[in-house]
């Protein structure tokens, strides 16, 4: 598949969840290029149909873009529940266990969804593996010691890179943090790595997104398809 194919299931996908957005809610939005085509909806929804609703954002890229189209973005402290939340996502297999961070907004992007009374995926059909660990897991790590924590990752044979810029400087998160990419290949017990990462002094949060998500939405050449989560 080529990229402007790639894109094209991006942007169905993307079309099709921002029909999940009504009148009054308060919806979480996440971050990436799947995330752009449904804030471009959401955004065409506002202004030709007068959709109104209030969004929390997963990056300060998001709330920029939404906040172009005139769509109502508040702090996630300024609210008290989120109804639904859409994000894109790196990797997801049949158990609904997925990677996430690859626009490095891991962070945000799991701290609105555990907030979030529904949670919704759009990916296009690449994305949907088998077995997870392909696309590097990514871990946000504090900057101070991260050389440290970078060093215990490799003596356990997790292969991790940190994530750099165009320029060769550490890309750094919303947080401020950095992004260390673990080249796994595939991740056989996610529950364990996930336990092993979030109690590793130095990291914030990891990729691993285990059983959150309750549908997810493929972009597919045959159309949109909807993956119903049968344990949430
Ligand atoms: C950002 C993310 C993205 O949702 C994920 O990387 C998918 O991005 P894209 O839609 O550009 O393929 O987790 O941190």
């Given at each position: 598949?080529?990229?402007?194919?790639?894109?094209?299931?991006?942007?169905a996908?993307?079309?099709?969840?921002?029909?999940?957005?009504e009148?009054?809610?308060i919806?979480?939005?996440?971050?990436?290029?799947?995330?752009?085509?449904?804030?471009?909806?959401?955004?065409?929804?506002?202004?030709?149909?007068?959709?109104?609703?209030t969004?929390?954002?997963?990056?300060?890229?998001?709330?920029?873009?939404?906040?172009?189209?005139?769509i109502?973005?508040?702090?996630?402290?300024?609210?008290?529940?989120?109804?639904?939340?859409?994000?894109?996502?790196?990797?997801?297999?049949?158990?609904?266990n997925?990677?996430?961070?690859?626009?490095?907004?891991?962070?945000?992007?799991?701290?609105?969804?555990?907030?979030?009374?529904?949670?919704?995926?759009?990916?296009?059909?690449?994305?949907?593996?088998?077995?997870?660990?392909?696309?590097?897991?990514?871990?946000?790590?504090?900057?101070?010691?991260?050389?440290?924590?970078?060093?215990?990752?490799?003596?356990?044979?997790?292969?991790?890179?940190?994530?750099?810029?165009?320029?060769?400087?550490?890309?750094?998160?919303?947080?401020?943090?950095?992004?260390?990419?673990?080249?796994?290949?595939?991740?056989?017990?996610?529950?364990?790595?996930?336990?092993?990462?979030?109690?590793?002094?130095?990291?914030?949060?990891?990729g691993?997104?285990l059983?959150?998500?309750?549908?997810?939405?493929?972009?597919?050449?045959?159309?949109p398809?909807?993956?119903l989560?049968?344990?949430?």
């Amino acid at each position: 598949m080529d990229k402007a194919q790639q894109d094209a299931l991006k942007k169905a996908a993307g079309i099709e969840a921002a029909k999940l957005i009504e009148n009054g809610m308060i919806a979480g939005l996440g971050t990436g290029s799947t995330v752009r085509f449904l804030v471009d909806e959401l955004g065409r929804r506002v202004k030709e149909e007068g959709l109104q609703f209030t969004g929390v954002t997963t990056s300060r890229r998001t709330q920029e873009q939404a906040e172009g189209y005139g769509i109502k973005i508040v702090d996630i402290d300024d609210v008290d529940h989120i109804d639904i939340t859409i994000d894109g996502a790196d990797e997801v297999d049949k158990n609904f266990n997925g990677i996430k961070g690859g626009g490095a907004a891991l962070l945000w992007e799991k701290i609105v969804a555990t907030n979030s009374n529904k949670i919704v995926w759009i990916v296009d059909e690449s994305k949907v593996v088998d077995t997870i660990g392909k696309f590097p897991l990514p871990v946000e790590v504090i900057p101070f010691g991260a050389g440290h924590v970078i060093k215990k990752f490799e003596a356990k044979g997790y292969k991790p890179t940190l994530r750099l810029d165009a320029d060769g400087k550490p890309v750094r998160t919303d947080e401020n943090n950095y992004v260390v990419d673990l080249h796994l290949e595939r991740i056989d017990h996610p529950q364990e790595l996930a336990e092993d990462l979030i109690t590793t002094v130095g990291v914030v949060e990891h990729g691993l997104f285990l059983n959150m998500v309750d549908k997810v939405i493929v972009g597919d050449p045959d159309g949109p398809r909807v993956l119903l989560n049968p344990n949430k």
